[in-house]
Every structure is written in C-alpha cells, then in structure tokens.
C-alpha cells in the first residue's frame, strides 16, 4: 500500500465504474430518483395542496398559485405520457418536478417550497403511497376471504382428514379448514385497516424538523390530502417511519399465511395425497416428464415471503441506529416497500386465482380421512359417554383397539363387535355409530368445531361481514 502502484491499482477498481471521479460516485449513492419516481402522482398532489393552502393563507398570491397548479398539472401529463425527462443530476422525484415546474413556469416556481423541507414533503409522499397501497392491499384480501367462503360452502360436508405433526389426527371437514385461512386472511385485514388509521396523519408543514413560522394551516392540507388530521410534533414527523414499518410487519404475516397455504397446496396436488387437483392456469409441465404438473404458482408464493420478510428486517435495520430526526439513510425505506407491495399483491392475486379454480377430490379425501384410525377420539369419547370409563382409561382401551385393527390390516369400524367386547365389555353395538368419519365430523357441535353445522355458521357470520 505504501507504494504508489497500488494506490493506483486500488484507485483504478473503481475508478473504472465511476469514470468522472468522486462526484460521479457522489451522484450514484445519492439519488434516489431511479425509484422515487414511483411518488410523483403523490408529490404533485402534495405540492397542490400545499400551494393552495399558501395561498388561501396569504403566504403567496393567488396567481402564483395558478400558474404552480397549471404547471403541476402539465408535469402530471408529461410523466403519465412518458415524454417527462428524469435527471439523477436532481436527485430525486421532489427536485426533479420542482426543476421542471421553474422551466414551465419561471419565478413563481420558486414560491412553492415555502414553509416545507423536502424531510416532510417525503415524508408525505411516502405516507400517501402506503396508505393507498394498504387499501388496495384490503380489497385484495377481501377478494382472497371471498374465494374461500365460496370453497368453504361447497365443502361444508366434504370429509377429509385432519392433521397434527402432518399424522392423521381426526377427520374434519375441507369447509373447516378453509375457513381456518378466512380466519387468518380476516386477521391480516384487521391489520390492514389498524394501520391505515394509524397512519391517517398528515406530515406536511412539519417543515425540516422545527415547524415554521410562517401562518401556515396544515389543518388545512391535512384534510384536502385525506388525512384525518395532522401528525402533533414536527421531530417524530420527519423521523418516523413506522407506516413502513407497519405496512412490512402485516406484508410479512399476511405472506407467512400465504406461504403456509402455498405448502399445503403442494403437499395436496401430490399423486400421494391427491387431494386437489390445480387449474392448467396455476401450473406448469414438465420439459422432460411428461406425467408432471407442477405447482409452480404455489411454490413461487412460498418463495416471496423470503424477500417480503428480508424487507422488513432491512428497514428495521435501517432505522434502529438513527439519532431524531431525519437522516439520509431514511432513504433507503422504499425499494423494500415497493419491492414487497409487488411481492405481496402477485402472491395473494396467485392464491386468489388457485383457490378459486382449484377442483376438489371429495373421494380422495375421504378415503384419507378413514384411514389412520381417526376415529379413535371420538371411540374414547364414546367410553367416557356410554360406558362410564375416566377419560384416561377409554385412552388406553382404545389404544388396544387400534392395536388390534392395526393387527388385523383394518380400520376400528372393521373390528367386530365380539372382537371390541373382547377389549372392554361394556361396549355395544351403538359404538359402529361413532366410528365412521361422517359421524365423528357430525358430531363436533361445539363453538368453532368441525361439524358441518357449525361450519355453516362460522361462513354466515364471515358474510355478514366485509
Ligand atoms: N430523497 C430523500 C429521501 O428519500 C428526500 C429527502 C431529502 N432530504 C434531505 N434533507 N436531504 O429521503
């Protein structure tokens, strides 16, 4: 190091990248345009309100503010048509519309950034954008909710067998184990709609950090941008980016839902269980074995959810060094944000499409569910009823009995009665009556249980509600 061909040498890594030097490294970490663009429709629409509150307050004259929104309005129309030219000279969406409205409209351009820092125009922009992209986010989940009640009703009688460690537990109904995923879905938009009142307050006019004192009335802005009100200190105003934060938390529990589905989805498309079968729409072939189709929607779910939880790990990261109020590295919020609402919005769109579309195997699934001695619950259950026996004695009865069906090759309602009496004598012949997954699916009545009756009523209170 100490000679000056490696000092060159170390130079010329990067000095290669960065022909023109520092400045040009200087631009690269700095703007952030190449993907802030993604807020102009919110910074124009900021930048209106703004203007017209300046004026309204007698900040600026009221003819500037025409010509602000005039040339606002023409810059809108240039973006959405393309011709609009970006420069990364301007760093980012907020200089980038405000260097183009001095060349539309001259001096009075100069007027708009009164009373406001680019720290809480940001701060703003940015707010808006989660917020409509949560309420996208909960008409999307709606439809999710919607395509498994359906699926729920169909299949309010649909046997199959119920699981715990992935081992045959105790047959349920397909209707009950959609609903459990309405009730997980349900939960995500509850979130949803939590954040969007927490985050219902306007930032703008917090200025950089201190406030202003010009006679601004962000009463005022709060309520033309659709805020309930304004935020109350202008220091947690420009540092706080805990709508992120929020909006990744919910993202990374609503995919972690989706992940878990995608998995059973492609644990059921098996030959093996061959529980459902996926639309052609939600698969793929494959290039070699021509018997294969895969679930490659469902898979590729389950893959988002690493980069939507990578997100918010990153943005936690991010914030938890910074001292109050804003600092650059703030910045660095939106790729994760916009990178998982993309994430997020395809994988509920493609569960959405295969849960709608996916044909069930009501034979498959109660074959399934007769097999593995499901019933043995609900054969303990009958000794404790009928027969008298403490909970943990019937336990162990029936623990003989699947023993022996285990022995003989075939199911508990297989044994005879003889055979049963053989095990415990107070069994009779009303025993075959809760042997059968139909009977012991009928016979869950309790509140939330499995039987059909009850599912039917989980899915009419969810109608009830939207
Ligand atoms: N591009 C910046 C960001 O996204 C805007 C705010 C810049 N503020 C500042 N004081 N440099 O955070």
Redesign the pocket.
């Known amino acids: 190091m100490a000679d000056g061909t490696d000092q060159k040498s170390s130079n010329q890594m990067w000095g290669g990248r960065f022909a023109s030097g520092p400045s040009a490294i200087m631009e690269e970490i700095n703007a952030?345009i190449g993907f802030?663009k993604k807020l102009y429709a919110q910074d124009i629409r900021g930048s209106m309100a703004h203007a017209a509150m300046l004026a309204s307050k007698g900040i600026i004259s009221p003819e500037d503010k025409d010509k602000i929104t005039e040339g606002l309005n023409t810059i809108l129309s240039e973006i959405e048509s393309g011709s609009f030219e970006f420069s990364r000279k301007l760093?980012?969406?907020?200089?980038n519309i405000e260097a183009r409205l001095a060349t539309l409209i001259g001096p009075a351009a100069g007027r708009l950034h009164t009373a406001r820092?680019?720290?809480d125009?940001?701060a703003l922009d940015?707010r808006l954008w989660v917020k409509e992209e949560l309420q996208k986010t909960e008409g999307m989940l709606t439809a999710l909710i919607a395509a498994f009640l359906d699926r729920a009703e169909e299949n309010a009688d649909t046997v199959m067998p119920g699981f715990t460690h992935l081992q045959t537990a105790q047959p349920v109904t397909f209707g009950h184990h959609c609903m459990a995923y309405v009730e997980m879905f349900g939960r995500d938009r509850a979130r949803v709609r939590h954040a969007i009142e927490h985050m219902d307050e306007s930032p703008i006019g917090a200025a950089?950090l201190a406030g202003t004192g010009y006679p601004i009335d962000r009463h005022m802005t709060a309520k033309a941008l659709g805020f309930r009100e304004p935020t109350r200190n202008s220091i947690d105003t420009v540092s706080d980016r805990d709508f992120a934060l929020e909006f990744l938390s919910i993202a990374s529990i609503c995919a972690t839902h989706l992940s878990r589905l995608a998995e059973e989805i492609v644990i059921w498309s098996t030959p093996q269980f061959g529980f459902i079968r996926l639309s052609d729409a939600f698969s793929t072939g494959s290039s070699i074995m021509p018997q294969k189709k895969n679930p490659d929607a469902a898979e590729l779910v389950r893959a988002k959810t690493g980069r939507i939880n990578g997100s918010l790990i990153a943005l936690l990261t991010v914030m938890k060094g910074l001292p109050l109020a804003?600092s650059?590295d703030?910045?660095e919020?939106?790729e994760q944000v916009f990178d998982s609402a993309e994430s997020l919005e395809l994988a509920i769109a493609a569960m959405t499409g295969m849960i709608r579309d996916l044909e069930v195997r009501k034979d498959r699934m109660r074959a399934a569910a007769g097999s593995g001695y499901s019933t043995a619950t609900d054969l303990a259950d009958w000794l404790v009823r009928e027969a008298g026996l403490p909970f943990r004695d019937a336990h162990h009865v029936t623990g003989n009995a699947v023993a022996l069906a285990e022995k003989k090759g075939c199911d508990l309602a297989d044994l005879s009665l003889e055979e049963l009496q053989a095990i415990h004598r107070g069994i009779t012949d009303s025993v075959f009556d809760v042997l059968s997954v139909e009977a012991s699916v009928a016979s869950r009545t309790s509140f939330g249980g499995t039987a059909p009756s009850e599912v039917r009523k989980q899915i009419a209170w969810w109608r009830g509600r939207n």
Not at 91 to 95: A, K, N, R, T, W
């Open positions: 952030s802030d760093e980012d969406i907020h200089m820092s680019r720290n125009q940001v940015f950089a804003y650059k703030m910045q919020d939106k």
